[in-house]
T-cell receptor
Framework: AQSVTQPDIHITVSEGASLELRCNYS??????LFWYVQSPGQGLQLLLK??????LVQGIKGFEAEFKRSQSSFNLRKPSVHWSDAAEYFC????????????FGQGTELSVKP | DGGITQSPKYLFRKEGQNVTLSCEQN?????MYWYRQDPGQGLRLIYY???????QKGDIAEGYSVSREKKESFPLTVTSAQKNPTAFYLC?????????FGSGTRLTVV
């Protein structure tokens, strides 16, 4: 079955500390992989995406993610977290050949301590 | 600017009533999607449409209906058959690998 797992429901980090949000997927075809961020009551903003090529992907706001096929993972990282990064983060997987549908993880809520 | 407009932002419905959520895009995208978001459950696909006058059920289509009469519009009707409609609803569109999301409609049953 196709699925996305974000093992951490809630993470708290101190401002200036590094961050890693985990994402594991199960998908039959070669997937497209995405990370989105959502502020309360808002839509989703794309942070970065991976389709092919270099497995280390750079995104907006200083985020990056690394695709590891052998581990079926696409973890999101940021070297130094800012208070404005507090939000909910979603990992998603999809394929244009699957009707373009995205399958989302349950989300990880990030809190930032001053 | 191109984008997706969802309206209204907040919607209240009495039990037993149908209600329609609007989603309009001016991105000229072929595909459109409706997702439902509940706390701790991520986003779940309700319906999607890859072309005008055609749409498919997603994972949780029961109690919902859609239409796609125009490329720009993909309204979602939440019917009285939907037992737990209180949720945040997100519309999205895509062309190939690019997805755009609306800002959502929060539906509350009162």
């Amino acid at each position: 079955a196709q699925s996305v797992t974000q093992p951490d429901i809630h993470i708290t980090v101190s401002e200036g500390a590094s961050l890693e949000l985990r994402c594991n997927y199960s998908y039959g075809a070669t997937p497209y992989l995405f990370w989105y961020v959502q502020s309360p009551g808002q839509g989703l903003q794309l942070l970065l995406k991976y389709f092919s090529g270099d497995t280390l992907v750079q995104g907006i706001k200083g985020f990056e993610a690394e695709f590891k096929r052998s581990q079926s993972s696409f973890n999101l990282r940021k070297p130094s977290v800012h208070w404005s990064d507090a939000a909910e983060y979603f990992c998603a997987v999809g394929s244009y050949n699957q009707g373009g549908k995205l399958i989302f993880g349950q989300g990880t809520e990030l809190s930032v301590k001053p | 600017d191109g984008g997706i407009t969802q309206s209204p932002k907040y919607l209240f419905r009495k039990e037993g009533q149908n209600v329609t959520l609007s989603c309009e895009q001016n991105l000229n995208h072929d595909a459109m999607y409706w997702y439902r978001q509940d706390p701790g459950q991520g986003l779940r696909l309700i319906y999607y449409s890859q072309i005008v006058n055609d749409f498919q059920k997603g994972d949780i289509a029961e109690g919902y209906s859609v239409s796609r009469e125009k490329k720009e519009s993909f309204p979602l009707t939440v019917t009285s058959a939907q037992k737990n409609p209180t949720a945040f609803y997100l519309c999205a569109s895509s062309y190939r690998e690019g997805y755009t999301f609306g800002s959502g409609t929060r539906l509350t049953v009162v």
